[in-house]
């Protein structure tokens, strides 16, 4: 064991350290890194998880990039048809990266009941579509099967069932028409499952249904679609991927980002970024300015030690070193009781859902917590290393010291 570490454990062992003036200066720095580290852990895993439940949702209705027709114009309705028959589907294999890809279409339709009537979009999918992210949003009943033969089977929201009285088993009559010249179409749908999203902008305007119904109301052919949905591995690399796709894609045919569609909600949630990262730059700030105090404080509580180890012939730096091992296991301390409760809190809100948020603004029912091992260590590295960088300058005040004036020191 080198000398520095055998002082700097000597010091942090003795009992006149545990009880001198400097412990509660000491205790209240240990806190601040650890109340730091608190908010820093929630702010990045709440952040993450917002950004994340709000892409779910957005995807969810939309994939990650839409395929249509150039004629189709920005309405959520399908305009101009597109055939199945595709290079790039059902597999997209001239490009990696791509998970899934699905045919849908569109069409508005006007529910209606004895007393009441709404306005919705019913979304028209077939075998090939992806559930996994309504299986999530699923509160009631089960998921439509459109793997056999047509049926009227339909999804609604928990927010339309809400609106209009409806429940599991219940039936409707939608009506569908172009113009105002021609009688409406009818179509029975039953209800077979309630989701919630959580996404109210999108919850209160889609149903899901058959695609089949859309193709027949629009005299559509069996194997054409009004868009296709595409699904990528790395949402990061969306922009890269959808500008492949759009050049693998027919010269009639555009592609949109489900970031370019959403423009403003993912302009929204990038925001929560710039408040992360304000928030660990003060919490780092206020934990390494409490730091420094301690180490001020502790070199003076130390001084005449200081002049006695540079009378025997300790470098200036070799005595800092002494301080710094002390501030190490002072900083190490705090991380250890930051993470302990911080991750506790966090694993607390991920099971027990404590702290609800009001999803008229945050789109999401109780705050979202994602938890990764790698910004777990990349934070606590990242708070240790820049602690002990601001306790470099204080430390100077070492090589200040005359051993004579020192070793008089009271």
């Known amino acids: 064991m080198n000398f520095e570490l055998f002082i700097a454990k000597r010091i942090i062992g003795s009992k006149t350290y ?39 949702k957005v995807v969810a209705f939309n994939g990650h990039i839409i395929i249509d027709n150039y004629d189709t114009n920005t309405s959520d309705e399908s305009q101009v048809p597109i055939s199945l028959e595709q290079d790039f589907y059902p597999e997209f294999n001239t490009l990696e990266g791509i998970s899934h890809i699905q045919g849908t279409a569109n069409k508005f339709t006007i529910i209606r009941t004895t007393t009441d009537f709404e306005g919705v979009v019913i979304k028209g999918v077939g075998k090939d579509y992806k559930w996994n992210y309504f299986e999530e949003f699923l509160i009631d009943g089960r998921l439509p099967d459109f793997t056999q033969k047509l049926n009227n089977e339909i999804l609604i929201s928990k927010y339309l069932a809400n609106r209009l009285g409806f429940k599991i088993g219940d039936t409707f009559q939608s009506l569908f028409g172009e113009d105002l010249e021609r009688l409406p179409r009818i179509r029975n749908f039953e209800i077979v499952g309630i989701y919630n999203s959580g996404f109210q902008e999108l919850d209160e305007k889609f149903c899901i249904a058959d695609i089949r119904h859309i193709q027949r109301l629009n005299k559509w052919e069996k194997n054409q679609v009004g ?4 699904f990528v591995d790395d949402f990061s690399k969306i922009e890269e991927t959808g500008e492949a796709v759009y050049r693998e894609i027919p010269s009639l045919m555009k592609s949109t980002t489900v970031t370019d569609k959403y423009y403003s909600v993912f302009e929204w949630i990038k925001i929560f970024d710039n408040n992360t990262y304000g928030i660990i730059a003060i919490m780092i700030l206020v934990a390494g300015i409490n730091m420094i105090t301690a180490l001020l404080v502790l070199i003076l509580e130390r001084t005449q030690m200081i002049g006695v180890l540079k009378a025997l012939g300790t470098a200036n730096w070799s005595v800092r070193k002494v301080f710094l091992y002390n501030a190490s296991y002072l900083i190490g301390l ?31 029912s109780e705050a979202p917590v994602y938890m990764s091992l790698d910004y777990i260590l990349l934070l606590n590295f990242g708070t ?23 070793i008089r020191f009271d």
């Open 384 to 406: 240790f290393v820049l602690c002990l960088l601001m306790l470099l300058i204080p430390s100077v005040i070492i090589s200040k010291i005359s051993p004579v004036r020192a």
């Open 334 to 364: 705090g991380l250890l009781w930051g993470n302990l409760i911080g991750l506790g809190l966090l694993f607390a809100q991920k099971y027990f859902k404590l702290f609800p948020l009001n999803p008229d603004t945050y789109y999401v």
């Open 18 to 56: 545990k009880s001198s003036v400097s412990a509660p200066i000491i205790k209240i720095g240990i806190a601040a890194i650890a109340i730091g580290v608190v908010v820093m852990l929630i702010a990045i895993a709440t952040g993450l998880g917002l950004q994340q439940k709000i892409r779910d």
């Open 227 to 230: 868009a296709f949905e595409v």
